[in-house]
């Protein structure tokens, strides 16, 4: 049996690719096929099933077109309800691939549907879980994202207790763990960067998989810290659940070149976004009026689910050359199928034919270092438990995350400095600050990593027990 995982750093997202005599499963596939069906040609094998472990929340799977292109079947654990054709399994449920046998375990808690699939080899011998959202390396999944249920979060962690007690740690200590997600993913907490490892050391070392923890602790503990998930979640749910637009459809749609004149028609239009997906200095220096900036150089889908409000937001790109393909699928991959296409020849043309352009006032560490003052107005876009854990003192939390509830909490007459960690989301932050309006402020370059090199002032986080 091959088990091969397939993880894309920008969404922190594992699928999986299991082959056994020709005959192949792909578990929890991203939106673009091709890469799966090119991997079972080049084997020379038929995919045979696609194996849903839950209703992802934070990308698009691939399983309907995948379907559609290959004649697989789709596997749901029990009490899937989808808008397409489906297996939904019961519990236990055994489907054969070649040699090689895939388990369904139903482990409800993250969602109802959730499942957790046991690979067993050609030997009869486990091998591994595809745990989905159930178990991460260092974590669990959040229980907050069951599609219209009337469970509360306590409810449904009280469930995953119980899934991972009865179903999961039962199994052999050899097992592999095969997670959906890592580090980066909003899933989860405090998942490692690690992608996998074996059940035994996460029952040594994961603080949800203590022997000694009761329900009730283990409740308060998966819920303590956790953050309101971002508000694209319920939307790429529901559209997992109910089906959407052919990938290839999109991809023809989006990737198409706007000459200069058209781009400008439509870049004044209220119901276009311009999305800049250049580096942060690049946009820094020079951008549309109005654009937002979020670059493919760092975790370009999260931050386009987190701060593009409507999926069906049409959208127009400034790319680099040779990215806006790239560009397109990786909004798909979150649900944004509205991309009418990107400038042809990029910002440069726009530049020529004499438009106007902005830049965002911006300073370095050091410069920031001779400015100082406790009267300076500073926002920390970072997250809440990175500006906990330390920040410039007299910093407020400005989490780029909630921008769009919290923007007008603050005064469009006053002067702010804006810094994150190292000056991607401080300048995704200033874009969307100066479209509405907001022009006194000043990126501060390089951000906290920098920062705290200088004398800058810094509040650290002091623990409860030791004061």
Known sequence: MKVEQIYTDC????????????????????????????????????????????????????????????????????????NFDIIEAVDQQEFKVGDATIRVLHTPGHTLESSTFLLIDENGKDHGIVTGDTLFIGDVGRPDLAIKSDLTKEGLAAMLFDSLRNKIMPLNDDLIVYPAHG???????????????????????????????????????????????????PKNAMMNKSGYQEIDEVMSQGNKAIPIFEFQELAVQENVLVLDVRTEQEFAS????????????????????????????????????????????????????????????????????????????????????????????????????EYVTEHIKGAESFPLDYINDNFPNIDSNKEYYLHCKGGYRSVAACSILKAHGYHNIINIEEGFDQIIKTSVPVTEYVCPSTL
């Open 286 to 385: 020079a951008h549309i009026p109005n654009s937002m900036f979020i670059g493919l150089n760092g975790s370009f889908a999260l931050w386009v689910g987190a701060l593009i409000i409507d999926l069906n937001q049409k959208i127009i790109l400034i790319a680099p050359e040779g990215k806006e393909e790239e560009a397109v699928l990786r909004l798909a991959r979150v649900g944004y199928d509205n991309v009418l296409g990107h400038l042809k020849g990029g910002i440069n043309v726009w530049k020529i034919a004499g438009n106007e352009l902005e830049d965002i006032e911006s300073i370095t560490p050091e410069e920031f270092e001779t400015t100082f003052s406790s009267k300076l107005n500073v926002l920390d876009v970072r997250k809440p438990g």
């Open 183 to 233: 580090a980066g993913s909003s899933c989860g907490k405090n998942m490692s960067t690690e992608t996998t490892d074996t059940l035994g050391n996460q029952k040594a070392t994961n603080y949800a998989l203590r022997a000694d923890m009761t329900k009730a602790e283990f409740v308060a503990e998966v819920l303590d810290g956790m953050l309101p998930p971002p508000q694209y979640f």
């Open 11 to 82: 969404l922190a997202e594992a699928a999986y690719y299991i082959e056994s005599k020709g005959e192949v499963a792909i578990i929890d596939p991203l939106r673009e096929t091709k890469p799966y069906i090119d991997m079972a040609a080049e084997n020379g094998a038929t995919i045979k099933y696609i194996f849903e472990t839950h209703f992802h929340a934070d990308f698009v799977s691939g399983h309907i077109d995948l379907a559609k292109k290959t004649g697989a079947k789709i596997v749901y654990g029990p009490t899937a309800n989808t």
